[in-house]
C-alpha cells in the first residue's frame, strides 16, 4: 500500500504568480507568438524576393526571344505592276524597323546587367530594362505599316525607282513583337519595384572590411613536420 501525503508541492514562483493574477499567465502563455511574428515577417520577405526575381528572368528572357523571333517574320504584304502582271512583295520585321530587335538585345543585357550591379547603379539598369521594353512596343506599333520598306522592294524588284507597292495587307507578327515588348516592359518594373531585395553577382564572395581573426594552428614540439610548418608561417614554433 502507497504512502499519501497530505502536504501539498510546493509552488514555484511562476505558478504562484499564475494563481494571483490571471492576466500575467495569459501574457506569459502569448509571449512565444509575439516573439516568432517578427521572425516570419523575414521569411515571407526572402520568398517575395525569389519569386520577383523568377518572374523578372522568366518575364525578361521570354520577351526577348519572343521579339527577336517575331522581327524575323513577315510584317506586310503587297503586289508591284511588272508590265500587265501583278509581282507579290513581302516585308520581314527586321526590314520594316530594325529597332525592336536591337532593344530586345538591350534588354536582354540590361536584365543580366541588374544582377552585376547594386544600389543606383542598379536602378539606373533597371529603368534602362523597362524603357527598352517600352520602346520596343511603340517602335512595334507605330512602324508596323510596312509602305516604305514594301516600295524600296518594289523600286528594286521592278527596276523603277517611281514604283509603289499595291495591296498592301499587314500580318499579326507586327501586334506579337508588341506584346514581347511589353514582356521586357514588365520585366523591367518588376526590377525597378523589387531590386533593391534581389541578390547580386559575386555578392557572397565580397568582403565587408572586418579584420579576420587568424585560427593559428597547435604546434606539437614532438612532430618535427608541425616545426617546419610554423616556421614557414613565420611562427616562433618554441613559445
Known sequence: MGYVS????PRTDAAADAAHDPDAAHTAGAAPNADA????????GRRGG???????????ALGATVVLLASGRTWARGTAALGSDALPLTADGRAVTGLPASLAIVGLAALVA???????????VSGLLALSGLGAVLAALFAADGRQALDAEAARTTADAAAHVAGLTQTAWPHVTAAGGALIL????????????WPSMGGRYERDGSPRTRTVAPVDPDRPEDLWKALDRGEDPTR
Not at 497530505?6 to 508541492?9: D, G, Q, T
Open 6 to 9: 497530505a502536504v501539498p508541492p
Open 37 to 44: 511574428a517578427p521572425d516570419a515577417a523575414p521569411d515571407a
Open 50 to 60: 525569389r519569386r520577383s526575381v523568377a518572374a523578372a528572368l522568366l518575364l525578361g
Open 114 to 124: 541588374v544582377f552585376a550591379v547594386r544600389g543606383r547603379s542598379r536602378l539606373l
Open 186 to 197: 514588365l520585366a523591367g518594373l518588376l526590377a525597378l519595384r523589387f531590386g533593391k531585395a
